[in-house]
């Protein structure tokens, strides 16, 4: 299928939010890592895919993307051991519900993204941190912020 297309840790989370603003969830599977806590663990991986594109699915149906704005890129580097370490890109999303009720109401969303290069050395999603108290799309998960 259609793999991540590679890029920058950034151009890869750039991608992501066109994927969502575009409807186009097959990129949204194909840019996660396949160890990423967004990813289910229960079946084969290509089951496992499958239900990541279906929650990919309902996303798009019910939020309206509107906007992402890069704060900055961390991490990525490649340490004197030669380990390649997973890059940080910080951003903040607004987005909308779906309908007239709920498209009037703006969100914005902090979120902390952690990329890992996988088995073909490109860059993909293995999960985000929720940085402001918002009520963000899957919010509800862990406040730990760790100040590197």
Same mark, same amino acid.
């Given at each position: 299928g259609g793999g991540?297309? +590679? +890029?920058s840790p950034e151009q890869v989370m750039r991608a992501r939010? $066109?994927?969502? @603003? *575009? %409807?186009?969830?097959a990129f949204v @599977? $194909? $840019?996660? &890592?396949?160890? $990423? =806590? %967004?990813m289910p663990q229960k079946g084969t991986l290509e089951e496992n895919k499958a239900k990541l594109l279906k929650d990919a699915e309902t996303t798009m149906r019910t939020v309206v993307f509107r906007s992402f704005n890069l704060s900055r890129v961390t991490g990525g580097e490649v340490s004197? *051991?030669?380990?390649?370490?997973?890059a940080f890109v910080t951003y903040e999303v607004t987005y909308t519900g779906v309908g007239k009720k709920n498209s *009037?109401? *703006?969100? =914005?969303?902090?979120e902390r993204s952690r990329l890992r290069k996988g088995p073909g050395?490109?860059? &993909?999603?293995?999960d985000a941190m929720v940085l402001n108290a918002g009520n963000g799309p899957g919010a509800g998960g862990s406040n730990a912020e760790n100040n590197r």
């Open positions: 991540g297309g +590679g +890029g939010f $066109s994927a969502y @603003v *575009k %409807n186009l969830p @599977v $194909s $840019s996660t &890592h396949p160890e $990423s =806590t %967004n004197d *051991k030669g380990a390649q370490e997973d *009037k109401r *703006k969100q =914005t969303i902090a050395g490109e860059w &993909h999603f293995m």
